[in-house]
Structure formats: C-alpha cells, structure tokens
C-alpha cells in the first residue's frame, strides 16, 4: 500500500472509532443502551476488518505479531456484549497507529527537506571543455559526462560509447543494463560502467526530485523490520495472554473475565513504541544531515563494535595538494600535468578531481579523454590527443607499461603519488600531499566512548602512505593496497567478532559498504554509487557527524527498549488484577489506554535527543555551531 494511501486509510479509520464511541456514549448517556451498543459495535467493526486485514496479510509473510491479541480482545469483547470495552480498545489502536505514520511522516519530511538542499552538479561539455555546472543550468540538448559512480543528474540518451547502467533504484532490475548510442537513459540510475557522453533531453528539475523521492522511499520501504525488536517477545506475550485468559475463564465460569484480560493486554505500547521511538531517532539524525534509511540500519547503527574507515576522502579530506612533479626528462612538468589532468576529467576520484582542480588553476585548456576504462581505486586509462594515457597509483601504472619504478617509493615516502603512463612509457608521477580532516584524533576518542572498541583503516593507497597518515592516532589496525574486494573480505573477517560498521566514500567502497553491517557513506562530496549502496548517508561534508549520528541511534533505541518493558510490566500487572476480577472490561480499556498514552510519549522523547556526550569534553570549537544542522 502506499504511505499516502496508508495514512489517510488509518485517519478515517480513527474517525469512524472515535465518532463511534462519542455517539454510543451519548445515546448511552440518554438511556437509549440498545441504540448505544449498536453505534459502538459499527464504529468497532471496520477497524476490526482492516486489522484482520493486516494480520493475514503478516501472517502470509510468516510474520507472528502482537495485532493478534488486538484482534482477539476487540472480537471477544463484541461476542460477550461489552461493546463499550470494544470501542476504547478500537479508538486506541486506530489512535496509535495513527501517532506511528504521524512520526512517519515527520521523519519523511525532514529527510526531503534534508535532500533538496544538498548542492548538485553536473559536469558539461562546452566549447570543447568540460566544466562542472548546477544542475539547474542545464538544458535539453546539453552534453554531459557521467562518470563512473555518477548518477545521471538528468533523463537523456546515450550519445557515445557504451553505457552500463544500474537502474535497480529506480527499477528493481538487480543486473546493470548496457545501452548504446540513442538508448534512453532514465535520470537516476547510477552509472555501473565507465564513463560516457549523456544528450539531456529533460531539465533537472523533475530529475532532481525524482532522485529525492528515490532515496526516501528506499528508506520509508524498510519499515516493516522495526518492529522486530518487539516482535521478538510477541509470541511469549500473546501465550502468557491467552493462558491468563483461559485461565480466568475456567476457575470462574465467567468469560468477562478472559474479555478483560485480554482488553488489558491489548499491547498498543509494545506495537507502537517500538517504531515511534525509531522512527523519531531516524527524524532527529536526518536534522544533524546524517540520512540513516530505515529503521533497520537505525538499530544496527546502535551496536556496533567495529568500524573500518577508507582514507582518501573519508579520513583524509580529499582535496589534496600537489607537492611536486617528476618528470623523467620525456616530457616537461606541464605536460604530465596536462595528460593526467585531461584523462582525470573522466573520473570521480577524490584525488583525480585535485588534479583537474589544479591543471586549471594554471590556467592552460584541457583535452576531453576518449574511450575511458576505470579501475576503481586504482586508475583510470583512455586516449587523450590521439595518446593512448594510464593515470593512477604507481602499482596501476606499472602494471600497464611493465616497468616498476623502485625508486619513486623511497622518494615519496607517506605522499600519495599519482604516475603517469603514455603509449606504454612512465613519463613521471604527481607527488601530492592529503592531510587529515582536522579534529580526527578527537573524533576517534569520541567513537571510543560510545562504544566501538576497534576501529581500522582499509585504503586502496600504498602502505608507506597510509602508515605515515595514521601515525599516532592509535589505530587497531592499518590494511593497505586493497582492491574493492579485499575490503569486502576484511569487512566478513571483521564482521565474526561483532557488528561491523564502513565507512567511505569512493565507488571502490561501495561494495564494501553494502557487505557491512552498516555502511555509511561520505555522501556530500563522495561518489553518487557508495551512498546508493550505503545504510547511512552523511550529507555534509564533516566525518564528525559519525557522532550525533551513531548516539542518536544508541539512545531512540535504548527509549524504544525502556518503552517495551515498561508497558509490558505494566499491562501484566493489569492482567493479572483483571483475572482475579479487580478489573472490568471498561476500567482495563482505560487503563490500559493510560499506559498506552505514557508509553507513546515516553517513545516520542526520541524526538528531542540531543547528541553531544560523547564530543561534549572534546569537541573543537569549530565544530559547535556546525552541529546545529545544515539550515544554520
Ligand atoms: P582509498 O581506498 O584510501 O580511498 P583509493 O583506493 O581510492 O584510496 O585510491 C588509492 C590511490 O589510487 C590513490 O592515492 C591514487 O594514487 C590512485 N588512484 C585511484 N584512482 C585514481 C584516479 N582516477 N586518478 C589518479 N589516481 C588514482
Ligand atoms: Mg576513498
């Protein structure tokens, strides 16, 4: 069902429930009681029918939930003649699964709002150039390169080469899909394969909104697991329930009793606090930019026990500096500036988008690259001026020319070095230095105190390097030279002593991120493909969110805990006081509704977390006025 649909669906069902009480309690009131029971049992029925619905419907998935026991108390309550009793316990349910789509919808809010602000470009083809460009600024008929890990910002075709396109957001087609010359591309889909010329054909605005709508629902779609916690314990609750009941029944011979026992136990709270409780966390997080999909990953989010950070870009700020150039005296510094730069156009690299940043700060027009193949992590290769050109790590490089270059490491020891390569030749490599986000020390203390106990580094880059950036910051452990595989396979390693969680940001981690636990994405500046493949996405640029973000999840799920138990105490202890007969069916309604009320806005609490424990002592004070959310 759709949510629209869903929500106006559990509105309707709340009036019929509530109109049905009032006007069976006035006619009640004027002692008209046959004409009272008949409105309170009409106001009950649809409710009724619609959970039935929805208990068939679980039960078909193999589900067992709690909605059973509201089901069986309305009923009963109907078959022994206490409608009054019926139509509370119905006002309640309609009322409470009301709250639920109401936090709902609130959480949806906030994440699209979220969303549209995020800056979006584009990078166009014009006068021969390539220029990055708001989203905004394009027309149809506009040239666009989408590289690899990019979304397609805008509908289009393919206007050359040939595409690999994963529209699985879009369409839940899992295989990538290859189009060709004039194939239409949908806006949206992420482009699988290496990079090639999109022909827009629609603005993006429709586009923009499209992509929006795909990321929320993705993450309103998992709403079904949040209940698990709950679910859990149902079937132990729906036993105790039914035996107190029967129980009841059969040593008094009068089945009132069992009706008021199971009015009692009618667990609103457990149905409901559960998701309220994360659905607000969900809400709360995506107002300090960390965007969590659902409230699966939300309750993953809050135990875990590992994190493995990538380095360039994620730890890193990723907008390295050129330190230095080495020519190997066949071409000048400028040149090898020039063919990295102009091949590095085509990728989405952290450290290829430096490069291009600095060729055109000097100033000198690039070529646009042709038949470009991607490595992802590694490298990128294609024709630029009618050479055939390979940039990236010194190992890729080498590994297409056939010449290692031994020296280069001893040199450059602890800076990323990009080597050039040209019709089969090493012409020289770019020495550049990528320093670490400022205030990472603080941010892993931070980590420490909330929990996670190891924390490792998994780069794609040369051991000498990752060692010299994560000297003294007491890691658990350094992994380097790692293929997008083998972050895979450290993060199934990782994953037998606990919860893992990954952290990155590049297309080379997406596979990673999704075998994780949790992965969570550096979405603002990263690569489209990672935060698709993400659980979280953190939509600033600032790795500190890790923070607000992870004690949000640990304390939405400790209230949602709190609120279970303590619903649970209290509706067993109602129970029992009904089955020894200190309880009507109309007093455990409202009782019950008592607990339902304090259960619920004790879970709404989640709505006014604010983070901060754990960055408290420690936080730089740059960082404060940050923490207030994106609108500030
Ligand atoms: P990490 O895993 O730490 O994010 P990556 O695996 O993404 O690091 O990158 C490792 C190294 O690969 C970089 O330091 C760089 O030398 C090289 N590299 C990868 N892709 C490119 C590219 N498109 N252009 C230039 N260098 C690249
Ligand atoms: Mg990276």
Known sequence: MKPLLHDRLNVA?????????????????????????FVWTAGVLPVLAALVVEIVRSLWRGDVGLDIVAALSMSAALLFGETLAAAVVALMYSGGTFLESYAQGRARREMSDLLSRVPRTATRHRNGALDEVPLDDIAPGDLLLIRQGDVAPNDGTVESGAAMLDQSALTGESMPTRLTKGNDVMSGSTNAGDAFDLCVTRRAADSTYAGIVRLVEAAQASKAPMARL???????????????????????????????????????PLILAVPVALVAGLSRAAHFG??????????????????????????????????SIITLGKMSEEDILHFAASLDQASKHPIAQAIVAAAQGQGAPLSIPQNVVETPGEGVAGTVEGRQ???????????????????????????????????????GHIVMA?????????????????????????????????????????????RADLTPDQKVLLVLTEHKRGPVMMVGDGVNDAPALAAADVGVAMGA?????????????LLVDDLNRLLPGIEIAQRSRKIALESVVAGIGLSILGMIAAAFGYLTPVQGALLQELIDVAVILNALRALRIRPGAAAKAVAPPRMLPQLNGPNT
């Open 290 to 323: 960390v965007l969590i999909k659902g409230a699966k990953p939300l309750e993953a989010l809050a135990r875990i026990k590992t994190l493995i950070l990538d380095k360039t870009g994620t730890l890193t700020d990723g907008r390295p500096q050129i330190v």
């Open 434 to 478: 990528d320093s670490l986000r400022s205030g990472t020390a603080d941010l892993l203390a931070g980590l420490r105190r909330l929990g996670i106990s190891r924390i490792l580094l998994a780069t794609g880059d040369r051991r000498a390097v990752a060692d010299v950036i994560t000297d003294g910051l007491g890691l658990d452990g350094v």
């Open 389 to 427: 050109v390979w940039v990236g790590g010194t190992a890729f490089v080498a590994a297409q020319v056939g010449v290692v270059d031994a020296e280069i490491a001893n040199i450059t020891a602890g800076s990323v070095v990009v080597s050039l390569g040209v019709d089969g030749k090493v012409m």
């Open 525 to 537: 500046r990263g690569a489209a493909a990672s935060a698709e493949a993400a659980d979280v996405v």
């Open 13 to 37: 069902l709340m009036a019929i429930a509530l109109l049905g009480l009032c006007v069976g309690v006035g006619l009640w009131l004027g002692a008209r009681t046959d004409l009272a029971t």
């Open 230 to 268: 709950a679910d859990r314990w149902s079937l132990l609750f729906l036993a105790v329930t039914v035996t107190l009941a029967a129980a009841a029944w059969w040593f008094t011979g009068d089945p009132i009793r069992a009706v008021a026992v199971l009015v009692v136990a009618t667990p609103c």
